[in-house]
């Protein structure tokens, strides 16, 4: 049996009955990394040693009949979570030989509850892109199609579950960096609503749209990793004590669901293919006895603007820290401005670069309210339109790309339509809404990105739906991968 090919509540019930050990599972999905990674590019860092002693840990706790939903089941993390003594790059020059003397909250439950750390993915530098070509080391590559992205910015959580080095991997989303390239790879994304998982120990890009979210294989897996790793904390002020029904979640119900259908979202940007499969979706809903009705939300044409506004301002600030001086490279120069000059110069690629100009600029004095305090505004306009939505529909249904993959290069000279990547997803970080990521089928061999929203802290009908949804699309099968 191909371990490395089942889904993680597969898994889990093999350990259980003693099938196969959690040294075993983690072995294969090491020597599925060692045989696959050199083509895919998924991980930056194998930690192979702190792997095997997880898996033997867990495998105590299994013993002693003590073990969760995902004791002894390999796990892999987006390299800007933070992970003691496992090095935290962000995929920047900047970071690079950096190794966290703590352990940032989503890895320290992750590790309490027995999981079992393969190693920290790649993504776009600082979480900065839509494509995972914007890394300072290398670009990830989609293992259905190798001349393609895998999206971004958490590009290698999404390979490394859509080819099997991983059944659960963590990303961070902050415009859709979770959803598009789980869309983009064929495997399920979650974005939670902000608030509901700590980023304390994930390294900052935008902090009021920032949120670390889970891919899996199946809605079950991404269920068991997101409460993994919810709940209050109180190293992040941002974070709450809702109530939350995992018994609940599990129920697939789609009969008499209101499902909402934002025509801004299956407008002219969305490609015929997209458009196409997400219409058949909708077709299966009814089918199942859901109601899907069409729903207008104007702000959502102005969510791209909006966000690369707020996103590289608060980047500009949370940035700042990169000096030289307090940690990661240093530049030596005659004076601290040169040596600050140097490191930075030499530290940050040219997307990020990009960003903390634009987000300086926006902050400036003279410009301040032309622009970031404008977003705000925007911002809140757009999140009151969809509150008054879920006032109607329990969700909202829209594509999670506007496209499938894009070949390697191709929008690396055209920003516009690299930013317009994030078009369907940017909305419910804007409103920090919890929101899920499907696959609906494929275009000329590429998966296609079904995405579902609800409203605040309503993961409960955002899983019940997800799972009824789940049971009418096509199943999960690991792509085919050519290795020279």
């Not at 895919?40 to 013993?63: G, H, N, P, S």
């Not at 939350?244 to 979202?265: M, T, W």
């Not at 605040?456 to 096509?474: H, I, K, Y």
Request: include cysteine; glycine fraction near 10%.
């Amino acid at each position: 049996m191909d371990l490395c090919g089942l889904a993680a509540a597969q898994m889990r019930r093999m350990l259980d009955s003693r099938e196969v050990s959690a040294e075993e599972l983690a072995r294969a999905h090491l020597d599925r990394i060692s045989r696959l990674d050199p083509a895919v590019r998924a991980f930056i860092t194998v930690c192979e040693d702190r792997t095997l002693t997880d898996a033997a840990e867990a495998q105590k706790q299994i013993d002693g009949g003590g073990q969760g939903a995902l004791t002894g089941i390999p796990v892999a993390l987006k390299d800007n979570m933070i992970t003691k003594g496992v090095r935290t790059t962000c995929a920047s020059r900047i970071l690079e030989k950096y190794v966290p003397p703590f352990e940032g909250t989503a890895a320290e439950r992750l590790r309490r509850a027995g999981a079992v750390l393969l190693g920290k993915t790649n993504l776009d530098e600082f979480a900065m892109g839509s494509s995972t070509e914007y890394s300072a080391f290398f670009t990830t590559r989609n293992p259905w199609d190798l001349e393609r992205v895998p999206g971004g910015s958490s590009g290698g959580s999404a390979a490394a579950v859509a080819s099997g080095m991983a059944p659960i991997a963590y990303g961070s989303d902050t415009g859709g960096s979770v959803r598009q390239p789980a869309a983009l790879c064929g495997v399920v994304g979650l974005k939670p609503t902000y608030g509901r998982i700590s980023r304390y120990g994930l390294v900052a890009f935008s902090s009021s749209l920032d949120q670390i979210g889970p891919f899996g294989r199946s809605v079950e897996d991404v269920i068991c990793a997101f409460e993994a790793v919810m709940g209050r904390d109180p190293h992040d002020s941002t974070t709450v004590d809702m109530p939350y029904d995992g018994s609940k979640a599990r129920e697939p119900v789609l009969k008499g669901r209101r499902i909402g259908v934002p025509s801004e979202l299956l407008s002219g940007e969305i490609a015929p293919d997209v458009s196409h499969a997400v219409r058949a979706a909708l077709d299966l809903i009814s089918d199942a006895g859901g109601e899907t009705e069409e729903v207008s939300l104007p702000m959502i044409e102005h969510g791209v603007a909006t966000y690369y506004i707020i996103a590289p301002a608060e980047a500009s600030s949370n940035l700042a820290r990169y000096d030289g001086v307090r940690y990661g490279l240093r530049i030596d120069a005659d004076d601290s401005i040169e040596m600050m000059k140097g490191t930075r110069s030499a530290g940050f690629g040219s997307e990020v670069t990009q960003r903390i100009m634009i987000g300086t600029y926006v902050l400036s004095a003279g410009y301040y309210d032309a622009f970031y305090t404008k977003a705000h505004q925007a911002r809140t306009i757009m999140k009151r339109q969809f509150q008054e939505a879920f006032r109607k529909f329990d969700l909202l249904i829209a594509p999670t790309s506007p496209v499938p993959a894009f070949r390697l290069g191709e929008r690396l000279d055209d920003p516009m339509a690299m930013k317009l990547a994030d078009f369907c997803t940017i909305p419910a970080n804007i409103g920090g809404f919890p929101a899920i990521s499907l696959n609906c089928g494929f275009s000329n061999g590429l998966p296609i990105g079904v995405q579902l929203i609800a409203d605040s802290f309503q993961e409960e009908t955002l899983f019940s739906v997800a799972l009824a949804l789940e049971n009418l699309l096509p199943p999960f099968a690991l792509p085919e991968i050519e290795v020279a």
